[in-house]
């Protein structure tokens, strides 16, 4: 099992270092002036390319700049937030985004898989109807569109939970994102356990068990949902990186100062930031690769069938 | 009875996939007949006659009027014109402009996904085909362009080109093919040892025809259903980019740009978000839709059968 892990995490940093890499090739590459003004003489801009080491070979660069990544400093904005250091910015921005993404995940993961479990036992019946009906309604309609409505519902219509998010009343203006964010997962998360729990209760063992007499709880507990509920980790994790990829809307509209804005920010504004663009893309890369590496241990935890598998298919 | 019969049989049994089939259909014809049945340009700002003054004015902010279904809306503005879906801040029809968001948005999916199978299916091919080396060097290649989120793909590519219908249709064809890719190699795995394949070798058949006129047709169907699911992606990875503004610019209008335009104005004509909404949704849902049915329709399990 050791090896196991430190083989797949030895994979995910060779990984993230090659993107890292391909990312920062890219971004030096891209045509563009990092010295907007127009004040500066040439021999000013090359003294100062020669100064911040833009004339050295990129490896060199590559270098540099990934010793300040290790030590956390991703160096400054160009033209967001007047230059400010951008590990302060963005270590506020994740302290935001992860808290409002974190209640989101949990808000899904439990209410979604009570409403699968639920679902499951009741099969064909009112909560099975609306387990399935939630479902196709949060894989048809994005985040945004529920935050939207229940922005215009709760904010503006009923003057309930602030319209746009406030930092210094977090909790109450956490709860209009963390909601809207939270359905696309509540509503996968509840299909697939309800799914899997089905395809349990169907099978042999099951029936076996019944009819040695083991019911209720103990039975649903001991003998469905320890099987049901591993194929649901495998989808949580694209869930996680999905919530990451949706928080961006989320965070624009709600006024989030979060890491998705962030990258709304410093790609589509006019003057685009490099140096966020930059940080973030390696930031999001470390942690969608983050938490597949995550879940993929965790898989291979409660499941040993993985390990060996994975291990006879070299 | 023949194997696609059998599936078209499974396929029609089910009435989700033929809600879904019917859902999608109607939604293609009125994105290409319905910017034509208005009489509007999605473009052009329509103008009103104002009663009280008898002026013509340009008929900004017109709440939806429905005839058959008995909702008026400013009525009284319209003198003989209709505006089913009311009109934008800026006196555009929003029926005209809906459907023709959703022609765009339906054809940015169609194309990318058509090259995407084309890319994907060809690269798990000649994967699968080859094995040994070749195989090890593209499937780290997939694996490593696998671990990019694909947020970061379109920021990179934000920089490196100019926002617009471009950017989404590159930032898909990146992402996109790896599906397919995965299941064409999946089927190349699964039938390249079958005694046909051996056969066809043995008679002298080159291995460009073996993967091309021997195997691809074995991955016809998993690529349809797959494609089912990417469209919807697609839509929707469109949807998010144009409203992030990335994606399509103005005048021109997709369904994520309309959801960002009734955004917007939400405060001063909640009504204008609400069509490409219900439009999205019923695109992702009769898509997912009919791809269920196909999944089910070609792998069934004993019990269907």
């Known amino acids: ?314 | 009875m023949t194997y696609w019969k059998g599936v078209s049989r499974r396929f029609f049994a089910k009435k989700r996939s033929v809600i879904g089939l019917i859902i999608v259909l109607v939604l293609i014809v009125l994105a290409i007949f319905g910017p034509m049945m208005s009489g509007y340009g999605y473009r052009e700002i329509t103008s009103v006659t104002d009663p009280s003054t008898g002026k013509v004015v340009a008929a900004t902010g017109l709440k939806p009027q429905i005839p058959f279904l008995g909702i008026k809306g400013d009525s009284e503005f319209f003198g003989d014109k209709t505006f089913l879906f009311g009109t934008d801040d800026l006196g555009r029809d929003l029926w005209t402009r809906t459907w023709h968001g959703a022609r765009v948005s339906l054809f940015i999916a169609f194309i990318t996904i058509f090259i995407d199978v084309i890319i994907g299916v060809t690269y798990g091919l000649v994967s699968g085909y080859f094995g040994g080396v070749v195989d090890d060097i593209m499937q780290r290649t997939v694996e490593i362009a696998n671990s990019v989120p694909r947020l970061v793909i379109v920021s990179v590519l934000a920089i490196a080109m100019p926002k617009g219908i471009g950017l989404v249709i590159v930032a898909l064809l990146l992402t996109e093919w790896i599906g397919m890719s995965k299941i064409s190699r999946a089927e190349m795995l699964k039938v390249k040892e079958l005694e046909y394949i051996l056969a066809s070798r043995t008679l002298g058949a080159s291995n460009l025809k073996i993967i091309f006129s021997d195997v691809l047709p074995n991955t016809v169907g998993p690529i349809i259903t797959q494609v089912m699911f990417s469209i919807p992606t697609a839509i929707f990875t469109e949807a998010f980019l144009s409203f992030v503004g990335v994606g399509i610019m103005l005048p021109e209008c997709s369904v994520g740009s309309l959801i960002e335009d009734g955004f917007n104005n939400i405060t001063t004509l909640p009504y204008q978000i609400i069509p490409p909404i219900v439009v999205l949704a019923l695109l992702m849902l009769g898509f997912n839709f009919i791809g269920d049915g196909l999944r089910e329709a070609l792998a069934p399990k004993l019990k269907d059968m």
């Open chain 1, 1 to 314: 099992m050791v090896k196991y892990i430190l083989k797949r995490v030895g994979i995910a940093v060779l990984t993230l270092l090659i993107i890292t890499f391909l990312l920062f090739v890219l971004v030096r590459i891209m045509p563009g002036n990092p010295f907007p003004s127009e004040r500066m003489t040439d021999e000013a801009i090359a003294a100062k390319r020669e100064e911040m080491g833009l004339n050295d070979p990129i490896l060199v660069q590559f270098w540099a700049y990934m010793k300040n990544v290790l030590r956390g400093d991703f160096g400054k904005g160009t033209s967001l937030y007047n230059g400010a250091p951008i590990k302060t910015v963005l270590n506020k921005a994740m302290s935001n985004s992860f808290k409002i993404g974190g209640m989101a995940i949990l808000l899904g993961t439990v209410v979604g898989l009570l409403l699968g479990i639920v679902a499951a036992l009741n099969r064909d019946k009112f909560w099975d109807v609306f387990c399935s009906v939630f479902s196709i309604l949060g894989v048809c309609v994005p985040a945004y569109v529920f935050l939207i409505f229940l922005q215009y519902t709760f904010a503006f219509k009923i003057n309930l939970l602030p319209y746009f998010f406030d930092s210094t009343a977090f909790l109450e203006s956490s709860v209009i994102p963390a909601i809207s964010m939270s359905l696309f997962t509540m509503s996968t998360v509840a299909r697939f356990t309800r799914n899997e729990m089905v395809e349990v209760i169907d099978s042999d063992y099951v029936l076996l068990a019944e009819s040695k007499g083991m019911y209720g709880w103990q039975l649903v507990n001991r003998h469905i949902l320890r099987n049901a509920l591993i194929p649901v980790v495998t989808v949580l994790a694209p869930l996680i990186v999905d919530l990451l990829t949706g928080a961006l809307v989320v965070e624009k509209i709600y006024g989030i100062q979060g890491i998705g804005k962030l990258m709304v920010d410093s790609i589509s504004g006019e003057g685009i930031d490099y140096n966020y663009v930059l940080a973030l893309a390696i930031l999001y890369s470390a942690l969608y690769i983050g938490i597949m590496l995550v879940l993929d241990i965790v898989y291979g935890l409660l499941d040993p069938r993985i390990r060996v598998s994975k291990k006879g298919g070299e």
